[in-house]
């Protein structure tokens, strides 16, 4: 009884460092959610892909990998070969093209060392011609907005909203300070003015973040402009 049992426990501590001794991912996948080779901008977290390794497994499990509030990604991993699907239930401010590899909306990624690659969607809108002017503690902004999916998948505005945040970290959930300007009251989407009034804080500030959101009918997450950085005078 006693000799099985120790050799019961040496098998399973021999087992435990074989596992504790394989190696950590090391390939440094990295890139962009781009439209036209330009980033686009999101909420920090909001936006994600799944990766499944493709092979013979018995549970498969996906690696999810979070997009950051300027469109970049990075995720360490084992060699292999990944499917990546961005998830299609209407949360994201764009939708995904057709990869011609696959003939459906699916990305083989092949890691064999690090690699950049840049993900090209779709955006219902995109947001140009940002400018931000201050006057004392206001802080005004005019930018333009363009339609880009003119499809079958079409949305329209819901609206257009100016977010100013007291970190880097600005978006609809997460700012100090809003206005917006619903998609039927604007009246020139080449010049849509905004202004927001930033309330005076408990400790000395004078510089805050300031970026454009546009909403989409039907669709969770905004798309944003890049956050700026602006001063204002109490």
């Known amino acids: 009884m006693r000799i099985s049992y120790i050799i019961g426990l040496l098998v399973l501590l021999l087992t435990a460092c074989e596992y504790d001794n394989f190696d ?3 390939s440094k996948f990295t890139g962009s959610i781009t ?3 330009t980033p686009l901008g999101f909420a920090s977290g909001d936006v994600f892909f799944r990766l499944w390794e493709i092979g013979d497994w018995p549970t498969p499990a996906p690696i999810e990998v979070l997009v950051a509030q300027d469109g970049s990604f990075s995720a360490l991993l084992f060699d292999a070969e990944y499917k990546l699907i961005i998830p299609a239930d209407g ?3 764009f939708i995904s093209n057709t ?3 696959t003939s459906s909306d699916t990305i083989i990624v092949k890691i064999s060392g690090s690699k950049k690659m840049d993900i ?3 955006p219902y809108y995109i947001i140009n011609n940002v400018s931000y002017t201050t006057s004392g503690a206001q802080v005004s902004a005019t930018c333009s907005v363009s339609k880009i999916n003119t499809g079958a998948t079409a949305r329209d505005i819901a609206n257009v909203t100016l977010l100013i945040g007291d970190t880097q970290f600005v978006s609809n959930s997460r700012n100090i300070g809003k206005a917006s300007v619903t998609g039927a009251g604007i009246t020139d989407m080449g ?3 905004l202004k927001v009034t930033i309330n005076k804080p408990k400790v000395n500030q004078t510089e805050f973040y300031a970026r454009i959101g546009v909403q ?3 669709v969770t997450d905004l798309v944003y402009s ?3 950085k602006v001063t204002v005078q109490f």
Do not use: D, K, R, W
């Open 226 to 228: 890049p956050v700026t």
């Open 24 to 26: 950590a991912p090391e």
């Open 191 to 193: 010049n849509i003015p």
């Open 35 to 37: 439209y036209n080779g």
């Open 91 to 93: 949360q994201n401010p």
């Open 99 to 101: 990869n011609p590899e």
């Open 120 to 122: 090209e969607v779709l």
């Open 216 to 218: 989409i009918s039907g």
